[in-house]
C-alpha cells in the first residue's frame, strides 16, 4: 500500500465549477500537508499548508484535513481555465521543507 | 517567491554514459536541497538530502554511488547519474529549502532518457 494515494484523474470541470481533489494517507505520523500545483514543464510550487487537521482558506482555495480520516482535501471555488495543472497533496512528518511523501498529481482540466 | 534553476530541462545519453543534472538557487544560500525522482504515473520519490560541505543523505533503496550528488556551494548541488541504464530514464527534480522560509522550492525538473 502506497503512503499516499491521489487519483491521477484527469478531471475535466466547467469553468465556475467547485473543484475537489483529495488524498489519503496511512502514516499517522504525518502532522504537515501541503498542496502543491504544477503547470507543464514547471516544477512543483506550494499553494498551501495546513498543520494538524483543520481548516485553511486563501481566496478560492480550502484545504481540509481531517487527521482521524486519514484524508485531505483542497477545494477550487469558480474555478478558471488559468488552473488546469496537475495538483499533488504532500505530507510530512516534521516540516514543509523536509522529506516530503507525494500522491501522485491529479490532472485538472478547466474548460471554458 | 525563490527561484530554483535546473538544468538541462532535458537531456537523452547513450547507455553506459554518465550524466550530470545541476540545481542552483538563484536568490538565496540553500544549505539543504533535495532530489527527487518521478517515473511516468508514479509520485515524486525523494531520492537524498543534499547538505552544503557534507555527504549526501540518501534514501533506503537509492544507490549512492550511481547516483553521486555533490553540494559545494551555498547555491549549487549537483546529481550525477553514472554508468546510466535505460531503466534510469525518468524526471529528476530538486527543491531548494530558504531559511526562514517554510517551504522549499522546487526547480522545474530535468527530463531524463537513456537510449
Known amino acids: 500500500q502506497k503512503e499516499v494515494e491521489q487519483d491521477p484523474g484527469p478531471l475535466s470541470v466547467p469553468e465556475g465549477a467547485i473543484v475537489s481533489l483529495n488524498c489519503t494517507y496511512s502514516n499517522s505520523a504525518f502532522q504537515y500537508f501541503m498542496w502543491y500545483r504544477q503547470y507543464s514543464r514547471k516544477g512543483p510550487e506550494l499553494l498551501m499548508y495546513?498543520?494538524?487537521?483543520g481548516n485553511k482558506e486563501d481566496g478560492r482555495f480550502t484545504a481540509q484535513v481531517d487527521k482521524s480520516s486519514k484524508y485531505i482535501s483542497l477545494f477550487i471555488r469558480d474555478s478558471q481555465p488559468s488552473d488546469s495543472a496537475t495538483y499533488l497533496c504532500a505530507m510530512s512528518g516534521t516540516g514543509t521543507a523536509s522529506k516530503l511523501t507525494f500522491g501522485t498529481g491529479t490532472r485538472l482540466q478547466v474548460t471554458l | 517567491g525563490a527561484v530554483v534553476s535546473q538544468h538541462p530541462s532535458w537531456v537523452i545519453c547513450k547507455s553506459g554514459t554518465s550524466v550530470k543534472i545541476e540545481c542552483r538557487s538563484l536568490?538565496?544560500?540553500?544549505?539543504?536541497m533535495f532530489w527527487y525522482r518521478q517515473f511516468p504515473k508514479q509520485s515524486l520519490m525523494l531520492m537524498a538530502t543534499s547538505n552544503e560541505g557534507s555527504k549526501a543523505t540518501y534514501e533506503q533503496g537509492v544507490e549512492k554511488d550511481k547516483f553521486l550528488i555533490n553540494h559545494a556551494s551555498l547555491t549549487l548541488s549537483t546529481l550525477t547519474v553514472t554508468s546510466a541504464h535505460p531503466e534510469d530514464s525518468s524526471f529528476y527534480i530538486c527543491?531548494?529549502?530558504?531559511?526562514?522560509?517554510?517551504?522549499?522550492?522546487f526547480g522545474q525538473g530535468t527530463r531524463l532518457t537513456v537510449v
Open positions: 536568490d538565496f544560500q540553500a544549505t539543504t
Open positions: 495546513t498543520y494538524s487537521s
Open positions: 527543491s531548494a529549502f530558504r531559511p526562514g522560509s517554510t517551504e522549499a522550492f
